[in-house]
Every structure is written in C-alpha cells, then in structure tokens.
C-alpha cells in the first residue's frame, strides 16, 4: 500500500529534502497519507489507519514478503526500464553575443548603450546580451511605427498584407525546429513542447490572420473596419514567440504597425523573428522590437503616440497598465492570470480526467496562464484521482528540456523559483499536505519537481494565487451546484476543465462557469481559430479566433 510506494517518494517541503525512508521521512510521509487515503469509502478507517502507518512489518505475509493489495501494486523496474537520453542537437544554433533593437527595419545599438544578460535557466549559462531600451528608443520606434502606417502599411490592400503574413508563416515553418530549440534554451521549456505546440501555432496564427487580412467586410458584415494605427504590445515569458504572434499576426491583419516588448528573461526569439521579418521583406518600421526589462515596457504604454496596448502578463501590471491609460484614446486588451478550476464528476473517466490534470498543470511546467491549478474533485472518486495522480507524477521525467523525452523543463527564472518556493512554503504553513515526485533534480539550473497539495481549502493563498509552476490544490466537492460555487469562488475568471460523461451535464455546468473558456473531457487545447481571453481580474478582449479582429479595428 503507501508504503510500497514510500521507499520510491520523497516528501519535500522548500528547500529540505527529507527520504522518507528515514524516521522522521516516514512520520511524516504517513502523516500525510492519512488524510488521503483515511476517506477512502471501500476500506474502513481503522484498517487504512493502521496499514498507514505500520511500517511493513505488520504488513508481512508468512514467506516474510510485504502482502501489498493488488490495486495497489506496481510495476517497479527501477533504473532498468528509463528512458536513454535523447538530447536535440543544438550545436548548430547560431547566437549572437550580442542582440540590438529593430527598429526601422534595422537592427540598432540602444541609446543607453546598456545591455542586460540573457541566461539559460536549466544550465545558469549566459546565452547572450539583451539591449535595454529606454524612452528614447520607444520613441523612435513608435516614431518608425508611425511612418510605417501612414506611408506603406495603411496604403496596401488587404490582400498584399496577407502576403507578407503568409510569408512570415512559412518561414517560420521553415526555420521551425531552429526556434523551438532557442525558445527551449532561452526559457527552459521542454523541447518536445517548443516542437510540437508552440512552433506550429506561432506559424498556425500568421496562416490564419493572413486568411483574414482581405476578408474583413466578411468579418464584421456590413460595417467597414478601419485599423487603429500603431499598436504598442507587451508580452511575457511563458510562450515568447506564441505571443509574439497572438499579438502581431491579427494587428498586422488588420493594417496596424506594431512595437512589440519581449519580457527580459525571453527576448531571443523575438530578435530571432525580427530576423524573419527583413527576410520576408516586410516593409521597415511595420513590426518594430523593442527589449528591455518594465520600464521599457512603461516607456511603450506612456508613449502619446501608441493607439493600442495590448498586454499579457500579470495581474498586478494589468492594473498598472489601467490606469496609465486611464483618459487617454488608447485601447486597451489584457490577457492576465488565472486560477483555473478543473472540475472531475465521479462519471468522469478517470484514466482520462488523470491525464487532463497532467496536461493540466504541468504542461510548461505550470506556467500557463490558464492552468488547471485548482483541481476540483467529486468526493467518491477522490481516493482513486489521488492514487493515480501519484503514481502519474512520478512517471514525469524533469530535467534537460533539450532532451526529446522530458516531460518537464526548467522553471523561467530564479525570481520565479523563488515565488514558486514561497507560495508552497505557505501552503505547508497553512496546513495542506504536499506530495511530491521523487524526480532526481539537476545540479544547477532552476527546477521545481511536479507536485501537488490535498488538504486545501479555499482560505489558502495556495487556492487563491498564482503559483505559476507545476503545483496543483486539490480540493474536493459534492455536489454539481458546489463545484460551481468552488470553481467560481475567485477573483480569477480565465479558464476552467469539466470532465463527465454526461454530455447535458457539461452543457449545464459550462454556462455558470464565469470563465473565458471551458475545456470538456479534455485541457489545454488551443486553436488561432478560437478566442481567448477573461473575465474579472484575468483581463478582457479576446485573442484568436475571429474575435481576436475586433480589439485592432474600429468599426464604421
Ligand atoms: P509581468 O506582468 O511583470 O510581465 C509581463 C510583461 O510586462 C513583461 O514583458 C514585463 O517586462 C512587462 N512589464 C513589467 N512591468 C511593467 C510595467 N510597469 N509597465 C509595462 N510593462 C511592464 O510578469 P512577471 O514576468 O513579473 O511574472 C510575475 C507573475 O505574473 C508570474 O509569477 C505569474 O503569476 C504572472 N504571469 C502571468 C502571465 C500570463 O500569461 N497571464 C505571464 C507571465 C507571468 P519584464 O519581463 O522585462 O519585466
């Protein structure tokens, strides 16, 4: 029973490593068990207790081996059935030392001849310097911006702007596997990731809003829409060159110039996609890139000229954001965070519904703005989501993200390792019980092992925050009516997961879910064709889809 599974797990608060082999390890790794598995409804309390936390011995058939029930058992290779390392070549990356501005369609040397570096977060290594912007250099390139839309950008049809989106596309698809490898380095995602969902929706939202680019009497039927002019757009460090292109591609579409704000910790492959951008000839001063760290970033939305900000990032800057453009003609979008509820009925299948929490909250180790980080489940089902989660977690393989079979990368940032270690710390303060794979964690580089909480309630700060990285709260629910209070009891309203195979069921919970989107039977899927975007504090206006036109448009 648990203890089978103790010689193999680790408990770990922040910073303390604690083998649960050890005396201590195992008070307190039973002590934690207790809770989970003492409501279990098929075994009487007395009988868990006692298996809980007697330590083997009582547990020892006659032929002296440890009689463990058979829905407990495991396979347990060890080391003979892993994985052999699979590392992606990357020798043939071409970094610069150095990366300078695009401004105008060249690349220029900051006026502060400052520079910041960037590092790889699973090796600590300097992978180059970064220019640092300041309002000089958001000057002249809302300037360049400007000249672009009156001159060029605004003057062309449609149809010669969707040429250059298609353009960018394809050779983004071309150069694809270059810059997942760089997104990889520079921000510690799985390379697995980078490939195969990042690459193919960055050039999958150029193919789409190229389609647009002429269509836009069919988008909005018998209105004419007239572009805003420059666009000022701030993006984060989760998906660099994903929301690099949710923010270009449709401002593009829709005849806007843009200067574009990477987060400090990943501007390479924004310079990366300047890159692409000359070579798809796309006209100077049309997308122009600016780096720097928030005050650049402040420098952009305080700019008089900029007629749009578009903003993905936190909550706290969000507000910021507000009232800087508070009574001014700038529009405003903002995609912010979340504290999605993923919500599985006891008709939900399981094996599935455990999947979609994996997928869940540790897709890019948890940095996802519309993670399922809180996960709500139904009470009879509890005892089984919970034994298959661990088992599930501690098949998560963490560790080099240029490796093809790493499930996990590195976390972005000390500063977000930091965050990540504080909010746990809070969560064991507060009295929730923590389960943690035993995952071997590289020497330097900044990880955090795949985790989750029970033992939550809704007071947590662990409940109500972003952690931002691959750690879940569960909680738990009765009925369909509580799930929708619990789901909804947060001033967060991105995104939220339903699992059941009652499809009235969903139809019925989706629509008092205050969330921007809802994922059924299923997480995490995005789709350029689909908007996103929130309600509450995660922000409002929509990205992708159709919807993702209106925000760089005004309509006549
Ligand atoms: P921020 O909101 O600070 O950063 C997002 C972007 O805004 C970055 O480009 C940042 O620049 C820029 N920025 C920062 N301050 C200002 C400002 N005053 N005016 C204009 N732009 C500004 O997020 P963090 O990177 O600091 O992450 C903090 C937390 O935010 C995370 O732990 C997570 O909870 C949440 N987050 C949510 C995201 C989402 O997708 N909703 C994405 C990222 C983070 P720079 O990076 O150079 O500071």
New binding site residues.
Partial sequence: MALAWEGRCFCMSTGLRVCAQSQSGVARFVQQWQNVIVSTPAMPRKNLRRSAIVVLDQEKGHNGRVAVAPRDRHLDFGEKWSYAPAPEAHDYIKLQPRYQLFIGGKFVAPRSGKYFPSINPATEEKLAEIAEADARDIDLAVKSAHRAYKNVWSKLPGRERAKFLYRIARLIQEKARELAVLETMDGGKTIKESRDIDLPLVAAHFFYYAGWADKLEYAFPGRTARALGVAGQ?????FPLLMAAWKLAPALACGNTCVL?????TSITAMHLAQILQEAELPDGVVNIVT???E???A??DHSDINKIA????T??GK??TQAVAGTNKRLTL????KAANIIFEDAPIDQAVEGIISGIYFNQGHV?CAGSRLLVQEGVFPAVIRKLRDRIATLRVGNPLDKNTDIGAINSRM?LE?ICELVDSGLKQGAELVQSNARLPAKGYWYPPSFFTGVTASHRIAQE?I?GPVLSVMTFRTPEEAIERANNTPYGLSAGIWTDKGSKIFKIVSKLRAGVVWANTYNKFDPTSPFGGYKESGFGREGGRHGLLPYVTLS
């Fill in positions: 701030i993006i984060p460090w989760n704000k990477p987060a400090e910790t720097g760290a928030g650049t970033g402040k952009l939305v903003f993905t990032g936190s706290s800057v910021i954001l995609e912010l965070g979340g703005c977000q965050k972003e931002f």
